[in-house]
Structures are given as structure tokens and as C-alpha cells.
């Protein structure tokens, strides 16, 4: 079973609202990932990290933003929330090398934005 | 970005029936991941394939990798309603690049 673990599960939130979502894993993973997913549909990718200090931009733009300032943790904040951004968001990591690169998911976060 | 044809889109059989589902790229992957997705919950690993022909089974379901390595297929067995879910094949076409996945396949199971 993967050691990764996201906060809060269901978050309802009003407009304009800071708010962060929490992804940690506890299996000493350099990349970690956040996709966002609407109800039955494909996941994209919006953020990447290889390691400490590293965070990249995925390949669906995202207003949201990312901080890796510890290996295990990967926390996502958006600075004023809008309805648009309402939809699950799952976070994922992987070892950055060896012969098995499985990536791991949590249980993600459905987030509604009122 | 790189993307994987998935298909079935959604798949509505009777407990009992066998399922078939694949993904295909234009490019060589050497990673093949099947996840399992429940709602309101994040992806399930399944099986995980490296290597070219490689079949794997994880009792109900066989995946295979594609001789090309352009493709892979999952297949389920005698299916039962817990199935039921979207399933995502996934690629990785090195070791240190990020995976694309499908667009993912609903399947329905009825009892």
C-alpha cells in the first residue's frame, strides 16, 4: 500500500479564498506530481517537482502554485479560489531513478469553490 | 504533450464477461502502468510492465507490453461488480521522464 497522503479529503470553500491543499509521502521519493481531474475524465498534470527546491509548471496551465521545501512534502495553494477551480486533485510521487518508476496516488481532494 | 489513445472509452458488460481494454502511442514507451480509479478515490496501481512482450497477471487481470512498445492491453477476467471503475493505462518513455497518461476507460459492470 502507498504511503501517500492528502488533506482534506473535501474542502467547500468560498470565492476569493486562500486556501492550500496538503500532499506527503513517507517513502523518500525525489519527484512528486499534482494532477487535477474533473468527475470520470483525464487526469493533467499542473505541477512537477524533482527534488528540494525544484517545482515545474505541468502541461495544463494552472493558477495555482507549489513549494518542495522538504522531500516528503508537496503543498499546493491557490491565492483566491474561484468556482472554476472546483475538482479533484491528486497528488502522486515516484523515485527520480532505478528500475521500477510505478508512481504512487493519494486519495486526492475534491474541492468545491461557492 | 505526448498522448496515449485509450480505448474502450466506457465499457457496459455482465458480471461474468471477460474485458479488453488498450492504449497505443506513436512512440516507444519503456514503462506500461495500469491504474484503477474508484470514485472519489485516487488511481490504484495494477500492474506495472518494463519490458517488451512482458505479460504480467495480478489475478483476474493480464496486461501486456507491446512487442513495438508502442502499445499495451489489459484484460479482465470473469468480471464481478467490484470492477466496476475507470481504468488508465499510463507510459513512461524514459526512466527519468514524467508519465502520460490515457484518457481513461469507464467500465460498468452489471450483476
Known amino acids: 500500500e502507498a504511503d501517500i497522503y492528502q488533506t482534506p479529503r473535501y474542502l467547500v470553500i468560498g470565492t476569493g479564498k486562500k486556501i492550500t491543499l496538503e500532499c506527503s509521502q513517507t517513502m523518500g521519493h525525489d519527484k512528486m506530481y499534482w494532477y487535477q481531474q474533473d468527475p470520470g475524465m483525464e487526469l493533467h498534470l499542473i505541477h512537477y517537482s524533482y527534488g528540494v527546491n525544484s517545482t515545474e509548471k505541468g502541461d495544463l496551465s494552472s493558477e495555482s502554485t507549489v513549494s518542495r521545501i522538504r522531500t516528503e512534502h508537496f503543498p499546493l495553494t491557490l491565492e483566491s479560489a474561484r468556482p472554476s477551480h472546483t475538482s479533484q486533485y491528486l497528488c502522486?510521487?515516484?523515485?527520480?531513478?532505478?528500475?521500477?518508476?510505478?508512481?504512487?496516488f493519494g486519495q486526492g481532494t475534491r474541492l468545491t469553490v461557492v | 504533450g505526448q498522448q496515449l489513445n485509450q480505448s474502450p472509452q466506457s465499457m457496459f458488460i455482465q458480471e461474468g464477461e471477460d474485458v479488453s481494454m488498450n492504449c497505443t502511442s506513436s512512440?516507444?514507451?519503456?514503462?506500461w502502468l495500469w491504474y484503477k480509479q474508484d470514485p472519489g478515490e485516487g488511481p490504484v496501481l495494477l500492474i506495472a510492465l518494463y519490458k517488451a512482450g512482458e505479460l504480467t497477471s495480478n489475478g483476474r487481470l493480464t496486461a501486456q507490453f507491446g512487442i513495438t512498445r508502442k502499445d499495451s492491453f489489459l484484460n479482465i477476467s470473469a468480471s464481478i461488480p467490484s470492477d466496476v471503475g475507470i481504468y488508465f493505462c499510463a507510459g513512461r518513455r524514459t526512466s527519468g521522464s514524467r508519465l502520460t497518461f490515457g484518457e481513461g476507460t469507464q467500465l460498468t459492470v452489471n450483476p
Open positions: 502522486a510521487s515516484s523515485d527520480l531513478y532505478g528500475g521500477n518508476t510505478e508512481a504512487f
Open positions: 512512440s516507444i514507451f519503456n514503462t
